[in-house]
Every structure is written in C-alpha cells, then in structure tokens.
C-alpha cells in the first residue's frame, strides 16, 4: 500500500527551529556512522593489532577521495531538487530524481572500472609501509566495489531530504549500523576473515540501507518520481545537474588530495604514527560531526528559501547556525582539553607514546574547530544559493594549505605541524568564501533596488 506524503517545506517558521529541527536527524545519523566507524576501529585494533589499523588509516586517503566526490555530487544533484521543491514545481522536480539517478548510474561505472586498478600503486607511491601494503589495498578494492551501492543510496536519500525529510534516512542509517557491526564482530572477531571481512560487511550493510530508501521513496513520495516514459536525460537537465554536482564533488575530492598529500607525509613518520593519529581522527570525526550536520540542514534550509524568493530568510538562518557552530565549538574545545587521552586509548592500548600524541593532536583539533563550523555555513549557503564556483576555490585555498603543510609544516616542525593542518586549512579555505558571499548580498540588494524602483 502506498502512503504518499507531500513535501515538508523550511520555507516559515523560527530559522534557528527549523535548522536544528532538519540537523538533528542528520546529526543522530552522522553519529551512527562515526560510532560505526569508532566500533569498525575498536574491533580491528584489538583483534588484529595495530597494523590493521594503520592499513584502514591509509587506505582512508584514497576512499575518502573516491566517496568525497560522489557525496559531493550527489549533494549538488539534490539541491536542484530542493530548490523546485521550494517554488512548488512538481514536473521539474520529477525531472530532477530521473536526471540525478541516471547520473549516478554513469559515475559508478566510471569509478569502479577506472579507479580500481591503480589502487595498489597509488598506495605506493603514498609510502605506505611495506607492512600493511597488502592488507591496505585489499580493504580498498573491495570498499570501492560497493560504490553504485553508494551513490545510489546518497541519492535516494538526498531526495527525501530535498522534500524536507530527514528523519527517515536516519532510520535506515541506523538499520545499516546495527547490522554492520554485528557483521564485523563476527566476519573479524568471531569467523577471522581479517580485513576482507570488515570492507564486506560495509559494502553489504550500505546494500541494505539502499534498498531500504528506494522502497520508502517509492512508497512515501511516489509523486516526485519520475513514470515510465519519464526517465530520460535531457541536454539541459545533465547541464543543470552537472553544474552543481561536479562543482560539490570536485570540491570534495580536491580536499582530498591534500589529505592525500598529508597522509603521505604522515606514512614517513611509521605505522605507530599512523595509528595514533588514525584512532585521535575517529574523536575529530566526532568533533566535526554537529557542524557538518548544521551545515548540510543549511544547504537544504538555503535552496528551499531561495527557491521560494524568501532571501531574507537565508540572511538569518545564516546568522543564528554560525552562532550555533560557536557554540558547539566551545564545548568540543572543552571535552578534547579533558577526556581527549582517555578516548584514544579505546582504539590504542598500551603504548603511552601513541595516547600522547593522539592526544595532543585533539587538543589542536577542539580549539579550532568552531573556525570550520562557521565556514560550512557559509559554504553551505553558497551551493543552496546555486553559487558553485567559491565553494570550488575553498577547496583549492584547503588542499593549497594540505600541499604547504606536506612539504613545509611536517617537515620543520615533525608531528606538531601534522597537528597545524586542519586548523590552518579552515582559516585559508573561508576566505573565498566570505568574499564571494559578500558580493552575492551586493549584487542582489542592486537587482533588488532596481526592480523595486522599476
């Protein structure tokens, strides 16, 4: 039985309500899969010991850089649904879903048939530790098998936030959480299947999340997708949709060169770095997690008000998430500054050296973090606003910083400049933005005068 639902609009109401309204179900689903991520962690610590660790961590680069894009690009997608969603043009809309998917069913050729052979190569020229060269390239290969699953889920997902929903993609994010540790503790721990073990058991999981969220979108939401004669691409629809959802994933993927760089930089150090650094990243992740979930709420928030022609919305909703962002930036300062040792011994155990430094690789992260939170809701409003290009340069001024660190910072400055790069590649990354911003709000208000003095 179908049960449809019209779409949910951000378009009236308190800003700051229905930011934090729309964020806490993306919130909640960050946090499941970072509480994956940290299980994921605990159990290949301490059931394989400290090489598969460093090998998930090193593997991490390259898959974040694949995943980043395609996040990204589907992120871009769903904005021009949102943003018909906001005008109410439901013919549009369903032209949207059909354009999204069908170029989701594109990318994922691409990235399984081109990327996955040089994978082994790439871990080398990265100055993998012979050690764990092996075990890393064979978590990625069969990670990056999964990837259709992915990007099909991001994008029925996507959707259903576009149509104002974000609680149902949290439910089946949970579902994928719960069976993907039950599937490590057994494939890992209790079966031995090592680290093939832990990549099958996320690839299976996200299979079953998929098909969770194309079955509700089906169900719930049957008038936004496209019918039978409707799934095409049209020249114009591909232009639209590649605009913003190249620009959000090279934007993604672009950061992550310069992670790649860094974590190059970093395999110099050795495999008890790595590891140290790859358990304190598991609690940044948790730091990071609240404003990413802010700022994804803003994109959507953005897109719908705009589409709406509701600009002075977006100027408020701006104002209240960045002071939001301030504060969960204090208090992630405070909680690394107290209990930052204690959270990475779950992942590192017996080895003071390794806790120090994941220590104080925290106590760097919590006191700058509020400078990330402010810049993805800048970002964030940009590409909900249709505005690709300063997004891109952010990415561009980040990854400039990654490039400098790599081959400066770490170098000069061994481990603390390890500990320089994010808070120095926020700070660089915001200036485009915060420029680009500022003459959107000068070239609107001018449109605006002279409309209103026509």
Not at 68 to 91: H, K, M, P, W, Y
Not at 278 to 307: C, D, E, K
Not at 419 to 444: Q, T
Request: net charge positive.
């Amino acid at each position: 039985m179908t049960v449809s639902k019209q779409p949910e609009l951000l378009t009236s109401g308190s800003p700051a309500r229905r930011i934090i309204l729309f964020a806490l179900p993306l919130l909640a689903g960050d946090f499941f899969q970072i509480f994956y991520s940290m299980t994921d962690a605990f159990i290949l610590g301490r059931a394989l010991g400290i090489n598969a660790l460093a090998a998930t961590g090193c593997s991490a680069g390259l898959i974040h850089f694949v995943f980043g894009f395609s996040f990204g690009l589907t992120n871009g997608f769903s904005i021009i649904t949102a943003q018909r969603v906001g005008s109410g043009d439901g013919e549009g809309i369903r032209k949207s879903v059909a354009a999204g998917m069908l170029l989701c069913l594109i990318f994922s050729l691409v990235f399984t048939f081109v990327i996955n052979p040089f994978t082994r190569p790439l871990l080398s020229i990265m100055n993998t530790p012979p050690e764990i060269l092996d075990d890393a390239a064979l978590y990625f290969h069969i990670i990056l098998s999964g990837i259709s699953i992915t990007l099909l889920y991001n994008m029925a997902a996507n959707i259903i936030r576009a149509a104002g929903d974000s609680f149902s993609p949290l439910v089946f994010l949970v579902i994928s959480t719960g069976l993907n540790i039950v599937l490590d503790i057994l494939l890992v721990a209790v079966f031995h299947f090592g680290i093939a073990g832990a990549a099958a058991a996320t690839v299976f999981s996200e299979l079953v999340s998929a098909v969770l969220a194309l079955v509700f979108l089906k169900r719930r939401y049957p008038h936004l997708l496209p019918g039978k004669g409707q799934w095409k691409l049209t020249g114009a629809e591909a232009k639209a949709h590649l605009s913003l959802g190249l620009a959000m994933g090279l934007q993604q993927s672009i950061v992550e060169v310069g992670n790649i760089l860094v974590q190059t930089a970093m395999n110099g150090f050795g495999t008890l770095t790595i590891a140290a650094v790859s358990a304190a990243q598991r609690i940044r992740a948790l730091n990071m997690m609240p404003l990413f979930a802010i700022a994804r709420s803003i994109t959507t928030y953005t897109a719908q008000n705009y589409g709406a022609k509701k600009i002075d919305r977006v100027y408020k909703g701006m104002r209240q998430a960045c002071l939001i962002c301030l504060g969960v930036g204090v208090f992630m300062a405070v909680i690394n500054q107290f209990f930052g040792k204690a959270l990475v011994s779950l992942f590192v155990k017996d080895n003071a050296e390794a806790l120090e430094m994941g220590r104080q690789y925290l106590l760097y992260i919590g006191y700058s973090v509020f400078i990330l939170g402010i810049m993805l809701v800048f970002r964030s409003s940009l590409q909900g606003l249709g505005r690709p290009f300063a997004p891109i340069l952010c990415g561009v001024m980040e990854t400039i910083m990654s490039i400098l660190a790599a081959f400066v910072l770490i170098p000069q400055l061994g481990f603390t400049g390890l500990c320089l790069v994010n808070p120095l590649s926020w700070l660089a990354s915001g200036i485009p933005l915060y420029i680009a911003f500022g003459l959107f709000v000068r070239k609107f208000t001018s449109s605006a005068s002279k409309a209103k003095a026509a």
